[in-house]
């Protein structure tokens, strides 16, 4: 059992940065970590992704190039640098562990994963 538990969300102005980080309770050397968010009447959509095989990374098309996923695999711990915030990013931000997934893509875009934190709030509003 893997319990995981996010922090770093908040109020940040549109063009802002933020960093979620996402601590587990156990070892996370095998295990694909993932950043997922939901937006009010939205549906949950997976935002990146990263690999324990080879370090390997999926990002949605949202968020590319202003979003850069990491792990510390001694510190049992994932991050997602959020940069350039638009009021769109605004949502609760999920991390998500999975021990055997077919790829980081397949993990971000089917949300099957075994181990899910309980969220951070993302507001962006100036």
């Known amino acids: 059992q893997v319990q995981l538990v996010e922090s770093g969300g908040g109020l940040v102005q549109p063009g802002g940065s933020l960093r979620l980080t996402c601590v587990a309770s156990g070892f996370i050397d095998y295990y694909d970590i993932g950043w997922f968010r939901q937006a009010p009447g939205k549906e949950r959509e997976g935002v990146s992704c990263?690999?324990?095989?080879?370090?390997?990374?999926y990002y949605a098309d949202s968020v590319k190039g202003r979003f850069t996923i990491s792990r510390d695999n001694a510190k049992n711990t994932a991050y997602l640098q959020m940069n350039t915030l638009e009021p769109e990013d605004t949502a609760i931000y999920y991390c998500?562990?999975?021990?055997?997934?077919?790829?980081?893509?397949?993990?971000?875009?089917?949300?099957?994963?075994?181990?899910w934190g309980q969220g951070t709030r993302v507001t962006v509003s100036s």
């Open positions: 998500a562990a999975d021990r055997v997934p077919e790829s980081v893509q397949a993990m971000c875009t089917t949300g099957w994963v075994d181990y």
């Open positions: 990263i690999s324990a095989r080879d370090g390997s990374t």
